[in-house]
């Protein structure tokens, strides 16, 4: 998969067949577009392409009406969004930038500049609720119309449902807040995962005779935060069970910067004290234990940390026992 920034670049093919959506999270809907996407864009010997943004365009609203807070919390780092794109297959993503240009750009500005002039457009598939252009003004009866006169076809995909529930991130969104990460697998269609480079943190796990590792967050808003129980791929040829914070360590640090520290319960001996720095890990959040909390002092932090590694052990232990069950 080839990703772009903008679309002023000589690799970006002459034509494609195109969806247009911040696609944050990549859920089961967002799979079966990208699959109808690629059908489609077989049948016309086009590259299947995603034009998205960054930032979200409710992120740039928000923080220039100086209300940051309406701002929705986001699902899925850069990263792991353009990773699930490349799993669904797609061929090019596009990433524009969502600024005050962009958002003046008219409905017809945006067809004209972005959609035909931008990225030759040859197909055009929109879910059941697509607006743009500057106010949200432009729909899809607009885009149709436009289409017949620009040469471009227009489709247009329905709501995807799971078990009678319309899939949508703002959905994904309620069932992380929730710490229902049953659902958010439903949802997804995988289970929820962060991924990213291991970094150096302050250590502060070994005096507290838990070894952590450190991934960043890509966002000062995730969609969820808390204590959960995880499964660690990148550092072994098994994935690795342990325990894991997202969120922004109340009882160490209160500077806002959102870190996933996890907590393998095995770690391989051939990566030594330092292997793990520098790798790229995937981590599934797989159970939410408990909400983040501030404690009086490092002794009732390792308590509490101890308290979570015995939960999580008991969690995978319960799930062993159920898979034992099913296939007797």
Same mark, same amino acid.
């Given at each position: 998969?080839? #990703? /772009?920034?903008?679309?002023?670049?000589?690799?970006?093919? +002459?034509?494609?067949?195109?969806?247009?959506?911040? /696609?944050?999270?990549?859920?089961?809907?967002?799979?079966?577009?990208?699959?109808?996407?690629?059908?489609?864009?077989?049948?016309?010997?086009?590259?299947?392409?995603?034009?998205?943004?960054?930032?979200? +365009?409710?992120?740039? /609203?928000?923080?220039?009406?100086?209300?940051?807070?309406?701002? +929705?919390? !986001?699902?899925?780092?850069?990263?792991?969004?353009?990773?699930?794109?490349?799993?669904?297959?797609?061929?090019?993503?596009?990433?524009?930038?969502? *600024?005050?240009?962009?958002? %003046?750009?008219?409905?017809?500005?945006?067809?004209?500049? =972005?959609?035909?002039?931008?990225?030759?457009?040859?197909?055009?598939?929109?879910? *059941?609720? /697509?607006?743009?252009?500057?106010? !949200?003004?432009?729909?899809?009866?607009?885009?149709? %119309?436009?289409?017949? %006169?620009?040469?471009?076809?227009?489709?247009?995909?329905?709501?995807?449902? =799971?078990?009678?529930?319309?899939?949508?991130?703002?959905?994904?969104?309620?069932?992380?807040?929730?710490?229902?990460?049953?659902?958010?697998?439903?949802?997804?269609? $995988?289970?929820?995962?962060?991924?990213?480079?291991?970094?150096?943190?302050?250590?502060?796990?070994?005096?507290? *005779?838990? $070894?952590?590792?450190?991934?960043?967050?890509?966002?000062?808003?995730?969609?969820?935060?808390?204590?959960?129980? =995880? !499964?660690?791929?990148?550092?072994?040829?098994?994935?690795?069970?342990? #325990?894991?914070?997202?969120?922004? $360590? +109340?009882?160490?640090?209160?500077?806002? !910067?959102?870190?996933?520290?996890?907590?393998?319960?095995?770690?391989?001996?051939?990566?030594?004290?330092?292997?793990?720095?520098?790798?790229?890990?995937?981590?599934?959040?797989?159970?939410?234990?408990?909400?983040?909390?501030?404690?009086?002092?490092?002794?009732?932090?390792?308590?509490?940390?101890?308290?979570?590694?015995?939960?999580?052990?008991?969690?995978?232990?319960?799930?062993?026992?159920?898979?034992?069950?099913?296939?007797?």
């Amino acid at each position: 998969m080839q #990703v /772009f920034r903008g679309f002023h670049h000589a690799q970006l093919a +002459p034509a494609c067949a195109l969806t247009i959506g911040n /696609f944050d999270g990549v859920h089961r809907g967002h799979q079966a577009m990208l699959a109808l996407l690629r059908n489609e864009a077989q049948h016309r010997g086009l590259p299947s392409t995603v034009l998205t943004f960054e930032p979200h +365009p409710r992120d740039y /609203f928000a923080a220039r009406s100086g209300r940051p807070e309406l701002a +929705p919390t !986001r699902i899925a780092t850069l990263r792991d969004k353009l990773m699930e794109l490349e799993r669904c297959g797609v061929d090019q993503v596009v990433i524009l930038p969502f *600024d005050e240009t962009m958002a %003046a750009l008219s409905p017809d500005a945006f067809i004209d500049q =972005v959609l035909v002039q931008g990225l030759h457009a040859r197909y055009v598939l929109v879910g *059941d609720d /697509f607006r743009f252009g500057a106010k !949200r003004a432009g729909d899809y009866a607009m885009l149709d %119309a436009a289409g017949s %006169a620009r040469g471009f076809d227009v489709a247009r995909m329905m709501s995807y449902e =799971v078990h009678g529930l319309r899939v949508s991130s703002s959905v994904v969104r309620d069932a992380l807040s929730a710490g229902d990460m049953a659902q958010v697998e439903r949802l997804l269609g $995988r289970p929820y995962t962060i991924s990213g480079h291991v970094i150096h943190g302050a250590k502060l796990g070994r005096s507290l *005779d838990c $070894r952590t590792m450190n991934v960043r967050f890509g966002h000062e808003r995730p969609s969820t935060s808390g204590i959960f129980v =995880v !499964r660690t791929h990148g550092l072994a040829e098994q994935p690795l069970e342990g #325990v894991a914070s997202l969120g922004v $360590r +109340p009882t160490v640090e209160d500077a806002g !910067r959102v870190l996933l520290e996890v907590h393998c319960f095995d770690w391989p001996a051939v990566l030594g004290s330092e292997g793990g720095y520098g790798k790229i890990v995937r981590v599934e959040l797989l159970h939410k234990l408990r909400d983040e909390a501030r404690y009086d002092g490092l002794d009732a932090l390792q308590a509490a940390i101890h308290k979570d590694i015995a939960d999580a052990k008991s969690f995978f232990q319960a799930q062993r026992r159920q898979t034992t069950r099913d296939r007797i």
